[in-house]
């Protein structure tokens, strides 16, 4: 099992940029491949954006693509959400998971194994 650990969040103006960081456990955080998910008030739980275990691909939904970037950096057993021109609809609480079978992209959910508790992401119009 990989443990996760959000953090980051925060209030932000319409435009604004955050990053967030999610830092994991173990030592078989190399191995898995990562992603960020997000849930608004009443909505389901919806992807972001995932990363390959070496870090060398990523995908991203179209709601967020060209504004948000996810990057990992081994060495330190973590994983990031780089937010670039928020709008009030990216409020949500973000969550990071690890897909513990592989080291691919996915954009499913029920692919990832492992969930962090969340941070919460507002932006004001």
């Known amino acids: 099992q990989v443990q996760l650990v959000e953090s980051g969040g925060g209030l932000v103006q319409a435009g604004g940029s955050l990053r967030l960081s999610c830092a994991a456990s173990g030592r078989t955080f190399r191995t898995v491949a990562m992603g960020w998910f997000r849930q608004a008030p009443g909505k389901e739980r919806e992807f972001a954006a995932s990363i390959t275990r070496g870090g060398g691909n990523t995908y991203y939904a179209d709601s967020v693509k060209g504004r948000f970037t996810i990057s990992r950096d081994n060495a330190k057993n973590t994983v990031y959400l780089q937010m670039n021109s928020l709008k009030p609809e990216d409020t949500a609480v973000y969550y990071c998971?690890?897909?513990?079978?592989?080291?691919?992209?996915?954009?499913?959910?029920?692919?990832?194994?492992?969930w962090g508790q969340g941070t919460q992401v507002t932006v004001s119009a």
């Open positions: 998971a690890a897909r513990r079978l592989s080291g691919l992209i996915s954009a499913y959910k029920d692919d990832y194994n492992d």
